[in-house]
T-cell receptor
């Protein structure tokens, strides 16, 4: 079945780059997403990438997609303490609009 | 627009009690979802409703029921709460479109003693 995997924790220093990785199993995924969850809040869409793209850049965010290895990454440049949150990778499944989420990576940014 | 709203924000139940979690969206979205979030397990889909009048099971439906009351509202009912249902519950909605963004509510934190 469909599955999305992420490492659970990442700790970086303020000003460094953060790279959060994700692997997925459904090769028919059309869209892949990164959602951000701040403490005590719901999820908000951070960025997404269409499956025919290799890379998408949006200000400090860079998304890389390797379809051959079914690997997605999110790079945050110049990481700030405000970036501390849980980041979820998700893929659009093959049934309608349902999303399959990874476990979430908790990013801790230390000053 | 309020987006997706959920009530209550917090709830404590005793084993065997029942309750209904409410969700409403004002974005005229067709599809609505209920997820639960548990540490280290991400979000798991409980039930969803692709359109008004339809509901379908997700990954973890046991112990829950849902009602799509109208296009705006999608409720989740626990008939006989169990400690294993202690979790954070999120409602989401989306309008079928190109990139399929789901919009999330702020969550309901439920503890079952």
């Amino acid at each position: 079945g469909e599955d999305v995997e992420q490492s659970l924790f990442l700790s970086v220093r303020e000003g460094d780059s953060s790279v959060i990785n994700c692997t997925y199993t459904d090769s028919s995924s059309t869209y892949l997403y990164w959602y951000k969850q701040e403490p005590g809040a719901g999820l908000q869409l951070l960025t997404y990438i269409f499956s025919n793209m290799d890379m998408k850049q949006d200000q400090r965010l860079t998304v890389l997609l390797n379809k051959k290895d079914k690997h997605l990454s999110l790079r945050i440049a110049d990481t700030q303490t405000g970036d501390s949150a849980i980041y979820f990778c998700a893929e659009r499944g093959n049934q309608g609009g349902k999303l399959i989420f990874g476990q979430g990576t908790e990013l801790s940014v230390k000053p | 627009n309020a987006g997706v709203t959920q009530t209550p924000k917090f709830q404590v139940l005793k084993t065997g009690q029942s309750m209904t979690l409410q969700c409403a969206q004002d974005m005229n979205h067709n599809s609505m979802y209920w997820y639960r979030q548990d540490p280290g397990m991400g979000l798991r889909l409980i039930y969803y409703s692709a359109s008004e009048g339809t509901t379908d099971k997700g990954e973890v439906p046991n112990g829950y029921n849902v009602s799509r009351l109208n296009k705006r509202e999608f409720s989740l009912r626990l008939e006989s709460a169990a400690p294993s249902q202690t979790s954070v519950y999120f409602c989401a909605s989306h309008l079928a479109g190109v990139y399929n963004e789901q919009f999330f509510g702020p969550g309901t934190r439920l503890t079952v003693l």
